[in-house]
């Protein structure tokens, strides 16, 4: 029963650092159908804002909670500077901004390796979330439990603002009906932007958060980018609740799997189980039915 | 109708092809450059099967890293099998190093046969690509959640291959490969023999490609790339038009992988991953997707970039390749072979939509 | 020679508990030139799109004797069914001539399917000719006028030797030439095919239809001859609220 436990745990914190790249990406993904592939660098971002900071502020719990705000608002100016420059300018082409960013990607990876070095870098975690908690024999990470708190905060805050904001209601109507939106007196480029700059953002609160369970590195978004796509697929695009479901139910998929074989063996059961999904259906957990041809 | 000089177009170009790969470039090239080019020409292979299903198809095949793995690997246990059996021992050599047993796995024993492994690097790919399309297209997945779908398959495959290290070789690959069918690798003349095979099967796969370009099949698949749902009204069943340019564009990536493994002497999960995957749509895209000269000339042109500049100015080339890609891709979708195409209209009037493409170009530049 | 007669009964189609086609009953005989005409939000495009398997929908639609509810697209299109969309959708990057061969060839072989196109296939020529083509077959269609396009559309409808035809707004955006073209070429296509029509404009339906049925809130209002159709007070009463001549009521188009 503990190991059962343990083991669940395990996997929803793997499934909280999902959420929380996905979380982005169901906002980036959702509104242009735009395939991101420098999210992975937002993150990245995000975690050597999280690295900077602490060579200027000695208190490690000082830095994490200044570096949340500040990774959110470097690695969202950077997505909105990507939407101005690039992204918009492919809107009628949104697979091709798969292979733009991409090379995008590929920039801002030498730039972190040009500026921070090549190596792996890391940042010291406050005592407060290098310890454990103990309960009923199952044994809960703190930091894993801080992760998971800002991923169910992140999820609770992005709900607010798109169900109770006049911006949030801007969104959802770009969401559902792009033309529509633009005739009825939205400036659907503006939308883009700031729908840009919060997705992008949180990709930086992401990487903030990834500096307490690994370290920092140019390369270190590639690792979780396509995963966290899988999620967005998976939830259905543009559905919060779906990312949320998801991204949970793939983590403890993986950690039960990987608990029973291997790690390598327990990707290629997730992928599996995805495909298998996808046959029941196809659009994701939760879709937008349209009467349109798609 | 058409007059002797468009007749005589392809053939011709088919010919000068010909004429300089298996002609010129042999005597032109150091045994080194020779080599090299036969690895940019196995990567000139995958971009023929891209052409045809991405260009053609609008298939964002991005991971054909997977095809070009099983058809290395098939190619590759083979060859190991064969130095092994060489030198006497029943298990290749890093299978004694990481090995529990000294058993050959059972999923091994059958590349022991040449026709079975041969059959293999191009047989294999294609029932993965069959059940994989399949089970996708049968169920409309289409554009981006396809394009994610087979990066993820890329990313598995190199997993797993990584993660059963005492049967695949894990991180190194299968790696010092001595011999191919009998002949030693280690010999110029026989590197020189795995080039003209190299170059014969892509000439052979242009020529079968372009066939297929312009077969009714190529009209039917262009006309499912730009409006599925119509073609679904009409009659047929896209799913089956899509399955059919993904696997044979699999079949190509698995060919191509099993003569990589001679020209380079490795086949390893780096090689097969997410961002060579990526790799292999770049090099059609910059040529030109849609043109199978243009995706040809572009992976060759990638590849080569690559691997001159990479080891001089390693940074500089990282942001080229990154502004290329930006630059090539979001630009000009046409790729280098549309080129000509969109200067000659700038000095024309143009209509509203090509106006945009000019415009946007010179942005770029 | 005459084609197949519609059968539509009790058909029902709800998208997330909105009715939008909400219990019809449809008899379109052999040979009929059918116009479905009503305000917007009646249910005609869903009412094709059930016909066409493109919407799940309950009831039964029967065509030559088979029941096409349940049947995957392709399946029913192969039943000798072809419709159009309101917005013409061609294949823009191929050629008149490659866009009518692909809509002949849905029942070729994979040998056929590999080798080039030899001549022009006969179906093809003659579908050329009657929607007035001909003389534009090697031009990409992207570049076609409006109207050409939804031709070229009717003519691979032909092509396919499509026994129904089921036509959304056909001369939306037109321009009056175009529009009298496009009614003396349905005339030709209904001499031996069962003609389905959706429209708004009035004029064009009262030159050109043979029958006329009336859609209103998902249901069959009126159903008859244009005349007929014009003198029933409730469809003067869905048209205008009140009693009136409904052909002089200008009624927006669908967006």
Known sequence: ?294 | MKTITERLRVPGAFLLGAVLLLGIAPVALSDFRLSLLAKYLCYAIVAVGVSLAWGRGGLMVLGQGVFFGLGGYAMAMHLKLADAADTGEKIPDFMQLYGTSDALPWWWKPFANPAFALAMTVLLPMAVAALVGFLVFRRRVKGAYFAILSQALAAALSIWLIGQQATTGGTNGLTDIQGFFGYSLDDPVNQRMVYFVIAAVLLLLMALARQLFVSRYGELLVAVRDSEERVRFLGYDPANVKLVAYVVAAGMAGLAGALFVPAVGIISPALIGIVPSIGFVIGAAVGGRASLVGAVLGAIAVAWAQSTLSDEFPAAWTYLQGLLFVLAVGFLPGGLASLGTVLRRRRTPATPKEEKVVVMAGEAA | MSGEGLTVRDLRVSFDGFTAVDGVDLDIGPGDLRFLIGPNGAGKTTLVDAVTGLVRASGSVRFAGQELLGRPVHRIARLGIGRTFQTATVFEELTVLQNLDIAAGAGRGPLTMLRRRGSVPEPVSRALETTGLTGLRDRPAGILAHGQKQWLEIGMLLVQDVRLLLLDEPVAGMSHEEREATGELLRRVAEDRTVVVIEHDMDFMRSYARSVSVLHAGKVLSEGTVAEVQADAKVQEVYLGRAAEPAAVPVPEEA
């Not at chain 1, 999210?39 to 995000?46: L, N, Q, S």
């Not at chain 1, 790690?263 to 994701?284: C, Y």
């Open chain 1, 1 to 294: 029963m503990t190991v059962v436990l343990n083991q669940s745990f395990t996997g929803i914190s793997i499934g909280a650092v999902l959420l929380l790249i996905a979380l982005g990406l169901t906002l980036t993904f959702g509104q242009m159908g735009v395939i991101n592939m420098a999210h992975g660098e937002f993150i990245m971002a995000g975690a050597y804002t999280t690295y900077v900071l602490q060579k200027s502020i000695s208190s490690a719990g000082l830095s994490l909670l200044v570096a949340l705000p500040l990774a959110f608002l470097v690695a969202g100016a950077m997505g909105a500077l990507l939407e101005w420059l690039l992204i918009r300018r492919l809107y009628t082409r949104p697979l091709d901004t798969l292979l733009v960013t991409w090379g995008v990607s590929l920039m801002l990876q030498q730039l972190a390796r040009d500026v921070f070095g090549a190596p792996n870098v890391q940042t010291a975690a406050p005592d407060l979330l290098t310890g454990n908690i103990s309960a009923g024999g199952v044994t809960f990470a703190n930091n894993r439990l801080f992760i998971l708190g800002l991923a169910l905060l992140c999820v609770l805050g992005l709900t607010l603002v798109l169900r109770f904001t006049p911006l949030g209601r801007r969104i959802r109507a770009v969401v559902q009906n792009r033309d529509l939106a633009e005739v009825s007196g939205i400036a659907t480029g503006r939308v883009d932007r700031v729908t840009f700059f919060i997705g992008s953002g949180l990709a930086g609160v992401a990487g903030v958060a990834l500096t307490l369970v690994g370290p920092i590195g140019p390369t270190m978004g590639t690792n979780y980018i396509v995963d966290a796509f899988l999620v967005v697929v998976v939830g259905g695009i543009g559905q919060l609740r779906g990312a949320v479901i998801t991204a949970f139910a793939l983590g403890v998929l993986q950690s039960v799997l990987e608990y029973s074989t291997t790690v390598s063996v327990a990707k290629v059961g997730v992928l599996v189980a995805i495909v298998a999904f996808l046959q029941w259906r196809p659009q994701g957990l939760y879709t937008l039915r349209t009467r349109s041809l798609a």
